[in-house]
């Protein structure tokens, strides 16, 4: 069987990179929450069809909605960090990255009362630092590196090396899970999800999808609640145009092609990055003042 691992952004669309100009972090408080409603429909749909996931939850999010993320939990799905507060690794210096990462590690671990294994940067924003922080902040994955070139948000994923198993790791031993993009006449063509999900018509996805897994042997998906909520509010201004199209586009259609696709693909199974990963051991709960790092962010 040849997998698809099934990951969720846990981000409200007010925290999503394209509006930012308009949502700044101190913004956010006084924004209309919709992630409860959207992700309750994206775990009825995961339930229906016996998809297993990981859902990378903003720290913002879980500080609150604590029992959305225990819900979650009960249902089967996998934890990991996704950050506190959305900003790119690139745009945070030293201390402010391991203490973006650390306080939303600790803070799913409190929630949970389970070990946080996975990491992955907002916009893919992997970087060389990014690494050891993980290493020191005991992780056992990441999910950052989207090869992808052609959007400057995303990293470059530089000293990855792979395993004799076929895994990709980090320099120090962290393994590193990419999202799957497409190989074709030589160039990458991004089919990982996202916004490229809603864009590629269905039956063009789907075959793109078949086949990375018959070259790869496993294609990894992601998505975000938002992406099924074509009711959520509309910015018409402060954005520019690409912007406003890649975050709008199609969103009343994708519970209905995230449901083809679970039917499509039915006997490869969906599953979570931890249960994919040969991760053997549980790692160390993170350690430190949770109050303390709560009040800095």
């Keep these: 069987m040849k997998p698809i691992?099934?990951?969720?952004?846990?981000?409200?669309?007010f925290q999503v990179e394209n509006l930012r100009p308009c949502f700044p972090l101190t913004s956010w408080e006084s924004c209309e929450s919709r992630i409860e409603m959207n992700t309750y429909r994206l775990l009825e749909l995961f339930d229906r069809y016996n998809v297993c996931a990981t859902f990378f939850v903003l720290g913002w999010v879980a500080k609150?909605?604590?029992?959305?993320?225990?819900?979650?939990?009960?249902?089967?799905?996998?934890?990991?960090?996704?950050?506190?507060?959305?900003?790119?690794?690139?745009?945070?210096?030293g201390p402010a990255l391991r203490r973006d990462i650390h306080t939303s590690k600790a803070l799913l671990e409190d929630i949970t009362g389970q070990a946080v294994l996975g990491y992955r940067a907002p916009n893919f924003s992997i970087t060389k630092e990014l690494a050891e922080v993980l290493g020191d902040l005991n992780f056992a994955y990441d999910s950052s590196y989207n090869s992808f070139r052609l959007?400057?948000?995303?990293?470059?994923?530089?000293?990855?090396?792979?395993t004799p198993e076929g895994y990709l790791?980090?320099?120090?031993?962290?393994?590193?899970?990419?999202?799957?993009?497409?190989?074709?006449?030589?160039?990458?063509?991004?089919?990982?999800?996202?916004g490229y999900f809603r864009f590629w018509p269905t039956?063009?996805?789907?075959?793109?999808?078949?086949?990375?897994?018959?070259?790869?042997?496993?294609?990894?998906?992601?998505?975000?609640?938002?992406?099924?909520?074509?009711?959520?509010?509309r910015q018409t201004h402060g954005i520019g145009s690409v912007s406003r199209f890649r975050h709008y586009l199609n969103l009343d259609k994708t519970l209905e092609r995230l449901r083809h696709f679970f039917v499509r693909f039915q006997d490869s199974g969906f599953v979570s990055c931890g249960t994919y990963l040969p991760i053997t051991q549980p790692c160390k709960p993170c350690e430190g003042d949770i109050a303390q790092g709560l009040a800095r962010v």
């Design 5 to 13: 691992i099934i990951t969720v952004d846990l981000e409200d669309w």
């Design 64 to 93: 609150r909605f604590r029992g959305l993320i225990r819900e979650i939990v009960e249902l089967g799905h996998e934890i990991a960090s996704h950050g506190y507060s959305h900003c790119l690794c690139c745009e945070m210096q």
């Design 151 to 162: 959007n400057r948000r995303h990293g470059k994923g530089e000293d990855l090396r792979q």
């Design 169 to 194: 790791v980090m320099g120090n031993g962290i393994m590193e899970l990419p999202v799957s993009n497409l190989r074709f006449a030589g160039r990458t063509i991004p089919w990982a999800g996202g």
């Design 203 to 233: 039956t063009l996805f789907e075959s793109g999808v078949a086949r990375i897994l018959r070259s790869e042997g496993r294609y990894v998906f992601y998505c975000h609640p938002w992406e099924v909520d074509p009711e959520q509010p």
